[in-house]
C-alpha cells in the first residue's frame, strides 16, 4: 500500500516569491494535516482537514498561508510571498479519521518538502 | 497548557548497551501517546500508539511503557541502524492535533 506521497521534496526560492506544496494521502483516509517542522523541533500543526472541510485552521497564518483539499483527496499548501523564516520541512500526514470512543487515530507522514527561502 | 516534554535531548550508545528514552506529558483526559521515529531528511515513521496506562507494545528491539504521567520507550541491545530521532506525541484535549516533543536524536556507534 502506497503511504502518503508529497512533492516536491526540496525547494529553494527567492524571498517574496509564491510556493505550493503537493500531497496525496493514504486511500481511504479522510483526515490530513499539514505540519510545519523546523530544525530541532518536532511538527507542528498548520492545518487539519476532514474530507474537504478545514475544521482546524487556527495555527495557519492566513495573512500569506492558504490550503485547499478539493474533492476530499489530495491536498495543496501555498505561501505568497514566502518569508525567510518560512524555511522548514513541511509535512504532510493523514488518519483514518479524527478517532471515536476518546481515541485518537494514528496519523503517518509523508516524507515532507524541504524549503529554503534565500 | 498542553505540553510533552522528551529526556534527554541526544543519547549516545554502544552497540549492544540497553537504554530508555522518557516522554512526560501534561493534557488532561489522555487519547493516544504516539511514538515516532524519524531519520535524516524523511518524515517521521509510525512506531507505536499507546492508549491505557500500564500498556505496552514491542517491535524489534524497541518497547514502549505508559503510564499516567509519562511513557518510556526502552531499546535493548541497540545496533547503529537504531540511530535516529524519536519523536513522542499526544492529541491536544479536542483531540484535534498531535503536540509532539523535541525528539531525542539517538546515535549508536559500533
Known amino acids: 500500500e502506497a503511504g502518503v506521497v508529497q512533492s516536491p521534496r526540496y525547494k529553494i526560492i527567492e524571498k517574496k516569491q509564491p510556493v505550493a506544496f503537493w500531497c496525496n494521502p493514504i486511500?481511504?483516509?479522510?483526515?490530513l494535516y499539514w505540519y510545519l517542522q523546523n530544525l530541532g523541533q518536532g511538527p507542528e500543526l498548520l492545518i487539519r482537514?476532514?474530507?474537504?472541510?478545514?475544521?482546524?485552521d487556527s495555527q495557519l497564518p492566513k495573512d500569506r498561508f492558504s490550503a485547499e483539499r478539493l474533492k476530499g483527496v489530495d491536498s495543496t499548501l501555498k505561501i505568497q510571498p514566502a518569508e525567510l523564516g518560512d524555511s522548514a520541512v513541511y509535512l504532510c500526514?493523514?488518519?483514518?479519521?479524527?478517532?471515536?470512543?476518546?481515541?485518537?487515530?494514528?496519523?503517518?507522514f509523508g516524507p515532507g518538502t524541504r524549503l529554503t527561502v534565500l | 497548557e498542553d505540553q510533552v516534554t522528551q529526556s534527554p535531548e541526544a543519547l549516545r550508545l554502544q552497540e549492544g548497551e540497553s537504554s530508555s528514552l522518557n516522554c512526560s506529558y501534561t493534557?488532561?483526559?489522555?487519547?493516544?501517546l504516539f511514538w515516532y521515529r524519524q531519520d535524516p531528511g524523511k518524515g517521521p515513521e509510525f512506531l507505536f500508539t499507546?492508549?491505557?496506562a500500564g500498556e505496552e507494545k514491542e517491535k524489534e528491539r524497541l518497547k514502549a511503557t505508559l503510564t499516567k504521567k509519562e511513557s518510556f520507550l526502552h531499546i535493548t541491545a541497540p545496533k547503529p541502524e537504531d540511530s535516529a530521532t524519536y519523536l513522542c506525541?499526544?492529541?491536544?484535549?479536542?483531540?484535534?492535533?498531535?503536540?509532539f516533543g523535541k525528539g531525542t536524536t539517538l546515535s549508536v556507534s559500533s
Open positions: 500526514a493523514s488518519s483514518l479519521g479524527s478517532g471515536t470512543s476518546g481515541r485518537t487515530d494514528t496519523q503517518y
Open positions: 493534557v488532561s483526559g489522555l487519547r493516544g
Open positions: 506525541a499526544v492529541p491536544n484535549q479536542a483531540g484535534t492535533a498531535l503536540i
Open positions: 499507546l492508549y491505557s
Open positions: 486511500s481511504g483516509h479522510n483526515t
Open positions: 482537514y476532514e474530507n474537504e472541510e478545514a475544521v482546524d
